[in-house]
């Protein structure tokens, strides 16, 4: 048997593998990456959030959404500075923590729609004062059998914890 058409075969079959293998891992990355929210997709966190003596944190604000097809909820996250050593100078060096803060059932409706979502930290990681606050409004859609996340949109802002 000519050598060529081995060689050419063989090529074909190596290219066309390698795209098949790929074009999973494009359509994951594509899935999973934040892209920029449609301008009609919004989600606010309110300016003020509580905290109560039982470390349950308790966090709100707004979200609008369309064209879902899965299961989509709002998520929200709370980062605060905590002191991790002191050294014999006596200088501080804090961490950031972050801690999620429930989820809520959303509508892709096209309406304006609250949320608000508490949870509960234990350790004395976020005490009242300000505090930094993610909210993302997030759907699982079905791809090939498996749910991957789409974003629809994220906010970040600083908010202040008020004792409840």
Known sequence: MPVRPVLGAAAGAAVLLLTAAAAPA????????????????TVTVDPTGRVAADGTVSLSGTYRCTAGTGPVFVSSSVSSSVVSSVSSSGSQSALSVTHGIGRTVARCDGADHRWKNSGRILG??????????????????PHGGLPLPHFHAVRQRDVTLVRR
Do not use: Q
Not at 27 to 41: G, M, T
């Open 124 to 141: 004395d990681t976020v005490r009242p004062g300000v505090a930094h606050v993610e909210a993302t409004v997030l759907e699982l859609r």
């Open 26 to 41: 494009l359509l994951f990355a594509e899935a999973v990456a934040p892209a920029a929210a449609r301008p009609y997709e």
